[in-house]
């Protein structure tokens, strides 16, 4: 028994609370602030307006108007993200406020010099995030409960919908992320009847995720989301629209280019994946790791721990045990389903839906945008990405030898 004490010694149990990481809300942020100091009232009279202010071309004026101001007084750490969501709402709506066409190439310094101060702070890219888009932009509204956005763009009902169902998705994570971490300390012990627990918990996280997914059909309109809501979260890198990139005034000289909000910034499946050994193609692989940069650091590292952290398909193979290997290959399977499932969205919300778009404009809004037309927020071909994700997470399925 000596050894093995020795070995835990050297290898703690792994925990949520090391990676500020919730027990109840996973990577999401628990309780976001809705409000900063009085100080930062300029930032937050025009976020709160911001869907009016870009239908009725406004935004642009009022934020050529915003004083600078000081990010000293933002002391806690949920002001700063609640900050770093308040900027980067605002970036996108001042960058695309006139669509693809007319895009900003230059954030003024009022704007650009606070995002990046806060985003350096955070160690986050000064654009729009998943991490703010979704994980900071929930607040429960009483009564009932309701949960709601913080912050919308144009988009209305359907925009609601898409970030509340995300939200939704994220909390269906929540028993897959404490699964692995039970798996880790498992492993280490070993104990084989704890590491099957966890496969089974992991892969019932696994369905319900993609049965939160679903609800997208309910809540968001594939006209609108393509036509309305979508250029709101593209970025400048990779977009021919911004070919050049943004100059952040008063921060650089040259343009800087960042990849917009995407579902490739969501840690789950990247944990999923590095817990269950998917391995995938270095295109994809390349891009995936690029996306982690746009992660809060303490997920990002929570990531490389499970990456780090002895082989779960060795262990299974070693060991012989059916039954473990049945409980990984169900694990591989449903996470390959959600893909497929991610697909089918990605093809109604963004293949069928562009050319239905260009026969119609909403008359007040800046149009669909087409140099995104094939690719994703993030950059990417978004079908042959998917496709490629999908195929090489059911090439993790083991096999017993012999």
């Known amino acids: 028994m000596e050894p093995q004490s020795q070995n835990l010694k050297t290898a703690p149990p792994l925990t949520l609370g090391r990676f500020h990481i919730s027990e109840d809300y996973g990577f999401l942020l628990p309780h976001p602030l809705k409000e900063l100091p009085d100080h930062y009232r300029p930032w937050m009279e025009i ?22 101001l000081n990010c000293q007084l933002l002391t806690s750490y949920r002001e700063q993200r609640l900050a770093h969501l308040v900027l980067t709402f605002i970036t996108m709506g ?5 669509g693809e066409a007319q895009p900003k190439e230059v954030l003024p310094r009022t704007l650009a010099l606070p995002l990046v101060e806060v985003s350096r702070n955070l ?30 763009f144009p988009g209305g009902e359907s ?40 496969l089974q918990r992991l892969r019932l996280s696994i369905q319900d995720i993609t049965r939160a997914l679903r609800q997208m059909h309910d809540y968001v309109d594939p006209d609108i ?6 250029i709101f979260f593209s970025g400048w890198k990779d977009n021919p629209a911004m070919p050049a990139g943004l100059l952040y005034e008063g921060v650089s000289k040259e343009p800087l280019n960042y990849s917009g909000a995407s579902a490739a910034q969501s840690s789950v499946l990247h944990a999923f994946d590095e817990f269950l050994g998917v391995r995938h193609s270095k295109e994809s692989a390349d891009f995936l790791h690029r ?9 990002r590292a929570f990531i490389e721990e499970i990456h780090s952290a002895p082989s779960l ?28 499932y991610h697909l089918a969205l990605v093809t109604k919300y963004l293949i069928t839906a562009a050319p239905k778009a260009k026969g119609r404009r909403m008359s007040h809004l800046p149009g669909p945008p087409q140099a995104l037309e094939e690719r994703g927020t993030g950059g990417t071909a978004v079908v042959r990405f998917l496709k490629s994700v999908r195929d090489k997470t059911l090439e993790a399925i083991l096999h017993q030898s012999g």
Request: with cysteine.
């Open 123 to 152: 160690g986050l890219p000064p654009i729009l995030l998943h991490s703010d888009l979704v994980l900071a932009n929930w607040a429960i509204r009483n009564p009932g409960r309701n949960l709601d956005p913080i912050f919308l």
């Open 47 to 68: 976020a709160n307006r911001l869907p009016h202010l870009i239908g009725s071309h406004q935004l642009r004026a009022q934020v050529n108007e915003m004083p600078l």
């Open 291 to 299: 996306m982690r940069d746009y992660m809060p650091p303490s997920h």
């Open 159 to 198: 925009l609601r919908g898409f970030i509340l169902v995300t939200v939704l998705v994220e909390k269906a994570a929540v028993p897959g992320i404490k699964a692995l971490v039970q798996a880790v300390n498992a492993i280490l012990l070993p104990s084989p009847d704890s590491l099957l627990q966890a």
């Open 94 to 98: 001042y960058v695309w406020q006139d």
């Open 225 to 230: 989301f393509y036509s309305v809501i979508r």
């Open 313 to 340: 398909r060795d262990h299974i193979l070693s060991s012989g045990n059916s039954q473990l290997l049945t409980a990984h290959n169900q694990c591989v399977e449903a996470l390959a389903a959600l893909r497929s």
